[in-house]
């Protein structure tokens, strides 16, 4: 079920990173001499959430590592700036504390930004990089309004006369509309998605994360050239999924990730909106599973 708290597909644990608890999970092969695939999930998401259909279309022979990004999920929510290099950082940390040497990289959305940048800034770890509809690669004025909403957000958070307004949980009908926005068809979600999605909103530590993360991608997007400099330092494998109709970041995105990895692997599903992992996970499962058993 997606909104039990330990889902029972996974093995549970818990690391820390940067000073933070991190709820972990493992699936898949247990074996000492598995190849490993490092799971990072995407904005407002979590382990579960984001992986619970896609994995089993995967590869059993393989360890399937994930943990809930700080902030989100069941790890902490710690008061931190939530920007590119502090998701850097946790990333670190945690694949030290989990064991992990060289491994695939998979991520989604903000996950599969925090994945294209630790590739870039650790290659010679990452084995395979698998993004689907990633952040930070677009640049466009939808994307500046969403970073100057979470700048104005997150010091109404930090604000006497702001904390009130910005302490009010969101209704689950605004939850509900943000996951519909996600997908094609509706039906394709499961409610116990969105009945977790709100419960965990129902934390104010969560809604300054979320603000915080839209506050930290102001860097992102002022410095798209360097950071994209950076990413392709990355030059092993890369496969990157996108959705036909994703309404969050528009498929056109997919040109620059072209651009920074021109080698890249690139797969477009036509009934699908920000979440093919969910929409259609046994043609994404398909691809992701071919890519990940290349050499």
Not at 17 to 40: F, K, N, Q
Not at 120 to 149: D, K, M, Q, W
Not at 177 to 201: K, N, T, W
Request: charged content about 20%; proline content about 6%; some cysteine.
């Amino acid at each position: 079920m997606v909104n039990a708290a330990v889902p029972s597909a996974w093995r549970s644990g818990r690391v820390r990173a940067r000073g933070v608890t991190l709820a972990a999970y493992e699936t898949g092969s247990d074996a000492s001499d598995a190849r490993v695939v490092l799971l990072l999930h995407g904005l407002g998401h979590w382990t579960d959430g984001a992986w619970s259909r896609l994995v089993p279309r995967l590869d059993p022979a393989l360890r399937y590592v994930a943990f809930d990004l700080p902030g989100f999920g069941a790890s902490e929510k710690p008061d931190a700036p939530y920007d590119a290099a502090y998701f850097r950082r946790v990333t670190n940390d945690a694949v030290a504390a989990l064991g992990l040497e060289r491994f695939a990289l998979v991520g989604h959305s903000l996950g599969g930004f925090i994945a294209a940048d630790y590739a870039g800034a650790f290659p010679e770890r990452v084995t395979h990089l698998a993004l689907i509809a990633p952040a930070g690669f677009s640049r466009t004025p939808r994307h500046l309004f969403y970073g100057l909403a979470g700048a104005v957000a997150r010091g109404l958070a930090s604000s006497a006369p702001g904390r009130g307004v910005f302490a009010r949980a969101p209704p689950t009908r605004f939850i509900a509309r943000i996951f519909e926005r996600g997908v094609v068809e509706a039906a394709s979600l499961d409610p116990h998605q969105i009945e977790r999605a709100y419960e965990l909103a129902q934390d104010l530590a969560l809604r300054k994360a979320f603000a915080g993360v839209y506050s930290g991608a102001l860097q992102t997007f002022a410095r798209r050239r360097s950071i994209h400099a950076d990413l392709a330092r990355y030059r092993g494998p890369v496969f990157c999924a996108w959705g036909k109709h994703d309404r969050y970041i528009a498929v056109a995105a997919l040109r620059d990730v072209q651009r920074v990895y021109p080698h890249a692997t690139t797969l477009v599903l036509n009934r699908s909106g920000h979440l093919p992992q969910l929409e259609e996970p046994d043609q994404l499962g398909a691809a992701l599973g071919t890519f990940l058993a290349s050499p």
